[in-house]
C-alpha cells in the first residue's frame, strides 16, 4: 500500500495529512499543501481538484517545496495512488478526440510516437491493461499525464489543454524503483557513471541534476537524474515490499456493468474513481471480485454511500436501496494495526468528545453523547452507521480529519453507532 503525508507549509511543516489512496480535494483535510513526504508507493499529484490539470508523478522521497521542485504553481489540490501492475501493458492510442483518425495499440514503451508511428498528435486513449505515463515531449520529457484502465475520450477536458503527447512509457515495478536511492547513495556526473560502470539507475524526469541532499532513512530530498553506490561499495537496493507492492501485496478489484445482470459495457476498476461517467454512461450492476469497496450515489465520494464486500450485485439499485445508480467509488485497504478514533458532538471537533479502539453499538448509552458530527481518524478504517447497532445509512473514514459531516453531502444524518472495517 502507499503512502503520502502532505504538509501545509514548506519543508514539511504545519498541519500534515496522511494519505494512503486518492484524494480529491486536498481541501477537505488541508488549506493548502506546499510540501510531502512519499513514505511507500507512488503517486501522481494534481494542481486542481478531482485529479485536473498539471500533474507530478511521485516516488519515495521527500519534497520540501513542491511548488519549486515539481513546477507546480499552486500547490498541491488532489493526490491519486498508483498501483503496481504485473501483467500484460496493453493501450490504444488514438489521433483525436473521442477515440477517433489514427489508431495504434501499444504493449511497450515507445519514446517517439511521431517517428515510431507517423502519429503527429495523440488526443484520446484506451487504457485495456496496466498504467501509463504519457508524455508532451519525445523521450518521456515535458508534461505528463497519468491514465489506468479506462476510456479517455479528451486529454482537454481532463484539464490538459493544449497538450501534445509524443511519448507513453508503461509503470512497472523496476521503473518506479530503480529511481530510489540505494543504501548510502549520492548522485555523480552521468559521464562519470558510466565510466566507472556503477550506473544503478536513472530518471527521465527532465529535472536537473544540481544536486541531492539525503533525508531521514535514506530518503532523497530531491531528485536528479542519476545516482550510483558511494564509495563504500554497498549497492544494497531497498526490497520492494518496503514500498507498499512486494509480491504479497493484495489489491480489490470491482467490475461495474452499464445494465442490470450484468450486461452492457463495463469498467474493470482497482483503486477509487471519482467520476464513473469517464468509463459508463451509467452503472446499475457491480461484480466484486475481491477486497472491500465503498460506492457512492453522487461524483467526488459524496452522498448517500454502500459498503461492498466480494460476491455480484445483479441490481444495485434494489438489492442496496441506492435511489440513482453508482457514480463514484472507493477502495477500503484493509488494515491489519490498532485501531483508534475520536468523535465529536459537534462539527470542527467541538462538544463533548470520545476516543474509540473497537466498535460501539450505540453512544448515546455508552457515552450520553447525542449525536455525532465530527471525527478524527487517528488508525484504522472505520464504518458511522446513522443508527444504533450498525443500521441504516453509512459512511466511510479513514485516517485524517472530518470537521462536518454535513459538508459532506450528508445533510441530518445522524451517526449513533460505529464499526471497525476489519480483515475478516
Not at 1 to 6: A, F
Not at 187 to 209: F, N, P
Not at 275 to 293: A, I, K, P, Y
Not at 360 to 369: A, G, K, L, V
Request: charged residues 25%; hydrophobic residues 30%.
Amino acid at each position: 500500500m502507499g503512502k503520502i503525508i502532505l504538509f501545509e507549509e514548506k519543508n514539511f511543516q504545519g498541519r500534515s495529512y496522511e494519505c494512503m489512496s486518492d484524494c480529491a480535494d486536498m481541501s477537505s483535510y488541508l488549506s493548502r499543501c506546499q510540501s510531502c513526504r512519499v513514505e511507500s508507493g507512488c503517486f501522481m499529484v494534481y494542481e486542481r481538484p478531482n485529479f485536473m490539470g498539471n500533474q507530478s508523478f511521485m516516488r519515495r522521497g521527500e519534497y520540501s517545496d513542491s511548488m519549486s521542485m515539481m513546477g507546480v504553481s499552486g500547490g498541491i489540490k488532489s493526490c491519486r495512488v498508483v498501483p503496481m501492475h504485473r501483467g500484460q501493458f496493453r493501450m490504444k492510442i488514438f489521433e483525436r478526440e473521442n477515440m477517433s483518425g489514427q489508431m495504434n495499440e501499444l504493449t511497450e514503451d515507445c519514446d517517439n510516437i511521431q517517428e515510431r508511428l507517423g502519429m503527429s498528435d495523440c488526443l484520446s486513449s484506451q487504457v485495456l491493461e496496466g498504467h501509463w505515463l504519457l508524455f508532451e515531449q519525445p523521450h518521456f520529457r515535458g508534461r505528463m499525464l497519468y491514465v489506468r484502465p479506462g476510456e479517455h475520450r479528451s486529454f482537454r477536458e481532463m484539464g490538459m489543454s493544449g497538450m501534445r503527447v509524443m511519448s507513453m512509457r508503461r509503470i512497472t515495478d523496476s521503473w518506479a524503483l530503480r529511481a530510489t536511492l540505494p543504501i548510502n547513495c549520492q548522485l555523480t556526473d552521468q559521464k562519470d557513471a558510466h565510466a566507472s560502470g556503477r550506473l544503478c539507475g536513472e530518471i527521465e524526469s527532465g529535472q536537473t541534476s544540481a544536486g541531492v541532499e539525503i533525508g531521514e532513512h535514506g530518503r532523497p530530498r530531491s531528485i536528479g537524474p542519476l545516482y550510483h553506490a558511494a564509495e563504500s561499495g554497498l549497492h544494497t537496493m531497498v526490497a520492494a515490499e518496503s514500498f507498499g507492492f512486494g509480491t504479497n501485496a493484495t489489491m480489490g478489484k470491482i467490475i461495474f456493468y452499464e445494465e442490470r445482470n450484468f450486461q452492457g459495457r463495463s469498467y474493470e476498476c482497482m483503486s477509487d474513481c471519482s467520476d464513473m461517467s469517464s468509463n459508463l454512461s451509467r452503472c446499475q450492476s457491480c461484480r466484486v471480485e475481491n477486497g472491500c469497496f465503498m460506492v457512492y450515489e453522487r461524483p467526488n465520494f459524496m452522498g448517500n454511500q454502500y459498503f461492498m464486500r466480494r460476491g455480484e450485485y445483479s441490481d444495485s439499485m434494489s438489492m442496496m436501496g441506492m435511489r440513482d445508480c453508482i457514480r463514484s467509488c472507493r477502495s477500503i485497504p484493509m488494515h491489519r494495526g490498532q485501531f483508534r478514533i475520536k468523535i465529536f458532538e459537534r462539527e470542527n471537533f467541538s462538544g463533548q468528545s470520545n476516543e474509540l479502539q473497537e466498535d460501539c453499538d450505540n453512544i448515546q448509552e455508552r457515552f450520553r453523547m447525542s449525536d455525532c458530527l465530527s471525527c478524527q481518524v487517528l488508525e484504522g478504517h472505520w464504518l458511522l452507521f446513522e443508527q444504533p447497532h450498525f443500521r441504516g445509512k453509512m459512511m466511510y473514514v479513514r485516517p485524517g480529519e472530518y470537521r462536518s459531516f454535513r459538508e459532506m453531502g450528508l445533510n441530518s444524518m445522524r451517526f449513533m453507532s460505529m464499526r471497525r472495517i476489519m480483515d475478516i
